[in-house]
């Protein structure tokens, strides 16, 4: 079996990609796997809040990624806490986070929490989408077919797909289904290797509505995706309704068959856009009344100013300062919250973000995203990303670790030296340190 610290930093660089860097951060950073035999796998935390939110949040995700590198899907997951160099269990009962609810019906799909139409908070940059997927959910034969449903990480269209989902298992007598692109690839998988295709074919192209989230989990895999557009065929010609959603526009997802992004594009395509400033007050004012803890307005209208990226960074915010608040026994006001926030604040309150970074970094050097991430090793190539890997820890202070899985799964020693490379440069090269502070200065002028 690899060792642990292998195994995790795999299964971290699987979670930064889907939850993005700052909620990476906020939640991984400081984590280890301890130790796995043949029912635990051991994770070490830096406190009690993320212990308790790891739990509600990732057990199955972590559960999954490591299951899958060590072949065993049975396993546990079980969190401790190092105090003084010893790692504890600690009871979380007391922590405060939002009430969850669970779905009595065994054969639904299980989520850490329900999702409905009805708490999906509109605005400009979504409305589109959402009233789309309402047209879809009334009218047994809209306008239009599928809805195509596409945007960045964060931004609600999970939440679109299973409130509609949860609303037609409510209201309608429909045969409904709504998985990821992930999860229908599996089971494809296993019927294959079982030889139950019959049965896997049966089961997706007999029902009312079908609800594929990520779907550009597909790219890349010829044979899954001619499965695919043979079931999506077969819905579309008996006229049941089909939605789904992706990260990437169609004719964007890598290397997905031209048939089937042809076929995504038959209906209606609405993209969904990172939620402004009143919109991001009205979710922030829906989410906190889910804690127990009082949030006063100001403080709501702080996290909505400086978080201003996609719902998942101000939940996450309002997620912290609660446990603050409750762990310190002290009132939630202005002050706490930018005391417990300030961490992720850079540069006249904006919060910078690594493709910001990235972005200056290619343009000044002169070279594609594609070499950067790359393992080039000449000069013209491995100079700016050993820069960018200095700015990113300047910047960002992310841990060496996370920079190297960043970067196409870099060994921590190999940032640690970029770093220094470039430290010691910036100290022996003026000129060099003017290049380096222009860099920085035009980043920071991206966020103005």
Known sequence: ????????????????????????????????????????????????????????????????????????????????????????????????????????????????????????????????????????????????????????????????????????????????????????????????????????????RNVDMFLIDDVHFLSNKQGVQEEFLHTFNALFELSKRIILASDAYPKMIGQLKETLASRFMSGMVTKIDKPDYATRVLILRSKAAKFDVHFPE???????????????????????LSAHAKFNEKKLDLQLANDVLSEFYYYEGKIIKINEIEEVVLVYFNISRSELHSNKKIKSISFPRQVCMYLTKTLLNWSYQQIGNYFSSKKHSTVMFAVKKVKDQIDSDKQFKLSIDMLIEKIKKEKR
Not at 17 to 46: C, H, M, Q
Not at 54 to 73: H, S, W
Not at 298 to 320: C, M, Q, W
């Open 298 to 320: 100001e403080v709501l209208e702080l996290i909505a100013e400086k978080f201003d990226d996609n719902v998942r960074e101000v939940e996450s915010a309002l997620t912290i």
């Open 1 to 204: 079996m690899e060792s642990c610290s292998k195994i995790w930093d795999d299964v971290l660089q699987n979670i930064q990609g889907k939850v993005g860097p700052l909620r990476f951060n906020l939640w991984f950073k400081n984590t280890r796997l301890e130790s796995i035999d043949s029912n635990y796998a051991s994770i070490i935390v830096p406190n009690i809040f993320t212990q308790t939110w790891l739990q509600e949040n990732f057990t199955n995700v972590l559960r999954e990624g490591i299951g899958k590198l060590v072949n065993n899907n049975d396993l546990n997951i079980k969190f401790s806490i190092l105090k003084n160099g010893v790692s504890e269990n600690v009871s979380t009962e007391n922590i405060l986070l939002p009430e969850k609810k669970t779905d009595s019906n065994k054969n639904s799909v299980q989520f850490n929490r329900i999702l409905k139409l009805e708490d999906f908070i509109v605005g400009p940059g979504n409305r589109l989408a959402y009233n789309a997927a309402l047209e879809m959910f009334k009218d047994k034969y809209p306008s239009f077919n599928p809805l195509f449903i596409h945007g960045t990480v964060g931004v609600g269209k999970t939440h679109i797909l299973q409130g509609v989902w949860n609303r037609v298992k409510e209201e309608q007598n429909v045969n409904a289904i709504y998985m990821s692109a992930e999860k229908w690839t599996n089971e494809y998988i296993y019927s294959l290797q079982k030889q139950k295709m019959e049965a896997f074919r049966q089961k997706y």
